[in-house]
């Protein structure tokens, strides 16, 4: 049997990458694309990435009860779809390429936004799934959704509060959380 896999990330190599995460979001994705699953990554466009082309598909989602815009680049890579959520709070962070600073100005230290910054990530991404035209067709909740430490879970949870208000909304959808390493989850 064929899956829709959706693996929702903060980091994807060769993108963005500041260790063992974003190498294991670049190989097991293509792993699951190579076995016949339709796959997609979901992370954060922190830099401009020549791969990726802007989808022209914009969409919103409340914050802190206004609406904060989503927007989204997307590559097809491998026979995996890469869509990358396209914000301030990831792109202007850092000045010239962010290279390893995706969660602070140097290592060990936040951005005192961060869990904003990633609850914004985690619907944007939701909104990715059931709403961004791919190759023709929407992944839709009838998916998988494979979450990466913290930076991604509030993901479960978001699903389960929408399926709870609305028992039709993502009533097909599986999801996992998955900790890479226990030292950085938030």
């Given amino acids: 049997k064929k899956f829709q896999l959706v693996f929702i990330t903060s980091e994807v190599a060769p993108f963005s990458k500041t260790g063992g995460l974003g190498e294991a979001m670049d190989g097991l994705p293509t792993a699951m694309a190579g076995l016949g699953h339709r796959v997609m990554v979901i992370a954060p466009r922190y830099d401009q990435y020549k791969e990726a082309w802007d989808t022209g598909f914009w969409s919103s989602v409340t914050m802190g009860g206004k609406q904060e815009k989503v927007h989204f680049f997307h590559t097809y890579k491998q026979k995996v779809d890469y869509v990358f959520v396209d914000h301030p709070t990831f792109l202007e962070r850092v000045y010239g390429l962010t290279g390893s600073k995706l969660y602070g100005p140097e290592w060990g230290k936040d951005f005192a936004d961060n869990q904003a910054r990633f609850a914004y990530f985690c619907k944007a991404a939701m909104v990715a799934i059931t709403d961004l035209p791919l190759g023709g067709a929407v992944y839709t909740d009838n998916c998988t959704i494979v979450c990466n430490d913290w930076h991604s879970a509030l993901v479960p949870m978001f699903v389960h509060a929408e399926r709870s208000a609305n028992s039709s ?18």
Avoid: E, M, P, Y
């Fill in 169 to 186: 909304k993502w009533a097909k959808t599986k999801t996992c959380l998955l900790c890479h390493n226990a030292v950085f989850q938030g």
